[in-house]
């Protein structure tokens, strides 16, 4: 099954599945501001546009472009600014 | 807007947006054997899984795994098999 959720009044859109390796979900965000609760070891990556990130830790917002990265732990949380919409694939372990 | 996207009774689901080079979706389909017709010229980038695909002139199936990428042309129909749920991205252009 290909699970339909939306968060933040429908700013964000997420479609979930199972990939060979794990649960996963792919993406859209609307250009804004949110922040974002961890459950489980996340990795994302952005499929198409920009995120900026304040990754748990850290003081200074990050920009990950369109085939980037970054790795946010469990139980944990992660503020990121879309930059116009952005795609991203979300994969948790 | 973030507009959602279901074909061939939700065995496909699909996020449209703007990215900055044109309109693109990202989305996730179930394994299963599907027909698509192009009205614009689209590029198709496996983001995680598997797509199987008999491209337009083409007598032979190929296999695209994640991260590589096929392109159909526009008025033009494609056939894909999906290997385990898989997720794309198509961009239109």
């Known amino acids: 099954m290909i699970s339909s959720n939306e968060y933040f009044d429908s700013k964000v859109k997420s479609l ?3 990939s060979a390796t794990g649960n996963s979900t792919v993406g859209v965000m609307e250009p804004g501001d949110y922040e ?17 990130a304040l990754l748990p830790g850290e003081t200074e917002w ?8 970054f ?23």
């Open 36 to 52: 974002f609760g961890t459950s489980s070891h996340e990795t994302m990556i952005v499929v198409e546009g920009e995120l900026v």
């Open 16 to 18: 979930g599945y199972k």
């Open 71 to 93: 790795e946010v732990e469990a139980n944990s949380s992660f503020k990121v600014k879309s930059v116009g919409q952005t795609s991203y694939l979300c994969q948790y372990k």
């Open 62 to 69: 990050k920009s990950f472009k369109t085939g980037t990265s």
